[in-house]
């Protein structure tokens, strides 16, 4: 779920490239607002968007739970299977925990998010590790298609720990998913606030600003964002509408087209290919 490194994690890149698809509206050339993509099925998202388990912190410490999670990546039907078997035996919430990842994996978000929330509410773990699963519950809410609910596991999160800014995007995700633009804001300027390197912070930041008329503030968080991490798809993406919202398509082209030369075969460069064909298209006939 987490890496540290203040770039994008799994989940938070799948979304990411979720929120810049772009739209054929009224005739003309558009861009969607970033919160406004549909979510990937999960069939399609539950491979590339598993939160494994940070490290630190665990829920349990014990070897059948090593166990458990080393086999998820490479075998989720044989973790669900051990972590099944563990519960039978009374593994407690190192096989909750596990069984919950592993029908994340196998494309069940829903029934994983509430097994997530009902652990991270009620397990035994300490705070820290309470708020990694809450947080991975809130993700999985995402991917089921369930912002709602993500909001308010992301909100339990950080009452555990408030000043985490994983968890201030993951919040930001869900707000502006539910168009609430200046919630959205709010949690990414406090990310930005604790951790001015985090990538992933900024680019949300600048979607968020941009969504509420603020194209020249969203234009310096992209920029800062490529300055600490040049070439980041994301911000490319991003920096790539605002260029073509400001009139510079030329400017939007050059983005879009590095992401593609940079990522071929990504996601983002399959967007990126998008926004270049709609460009080329120009405007409808009317």
């Not at 071929?264 to 460069?269: L, Q, R």
Request: net charge negative; proline share 7%; glycine share 10%.
């Amino acid at each position: 779920m987490r890496n540290g490194t203040g770039k994008a994690r799994p989940v938070a890149a799948a979304l990411v490239l979720g929120l810049v698809l772009v739209l054929v509206l009224a005739g003309g050339l558009w861009w969607a607002r970033p919160w406004e993509a549909p979510p990937a099925p999960v069939s399609e998202a539950a491979e590339e968007v598993l939160p494994l388990p940070p490290e630190p912190p665990r829920v349990v410490d014990s070897p059948d739970y090593e166990e458990c999670l080393g086999k998820l990546r490479d075998d989720a039907q044989g973790a669900l299977a051990f972590a099944e078997a563990w519960a039978a035996r009374d593994g407690g919430d190192g096989a909750r925990h596990c069984s919950a990842l592993a029908l994340l994996a196998l494309g069940e978000a829903e029934r994983a998010a509430g097994r997530l929330e009902a652990l991270g509410r009620a397990g035994r773990a300490g705070a820290a590790a309470r708020a990694v699963v809450l947080g991975q519950a809130g993700q999985a809410w995402m991917v089921a298609g369930q912002p709602v609910r993500a909001h308010g596991a992301f909100t339990l999160a950080l009452g555990l720990t408030p000043d985490d800014p994983e968890l201030l995007v993951d919040r930001a995700i869900a707000a502006g998913t539910l168009r609430r633009f200046g919630d959205a804001l709010a949690d990414a300027d406090r990310a930005v606030a604790l951790d001015g390197q985090r990538v992933e912070a900024l680019v949300f930041r600048a979607a968020a600003l941009r969504l509420l008329e603020r194209p020249q503030e969203a234009l310096r968080d992209i920029e800062r964002a490529l300055a600490i991490e040049p070439g980041s798809p994301e911000a490319l993406l991003e920096r790539g509408i605002l260029r073509q919202l400001g009139g510079d398509e030329a400017g939007a082209r050059a983005d879009w087209e590095s992401v593609v030369a940079a990522s071929p075969g990504s996601g983002a460069a399959d967007l990126a290919e998008q926004n270049l064909a709609l460009n080329a298209a120009g405007p409808a006939p009317r």
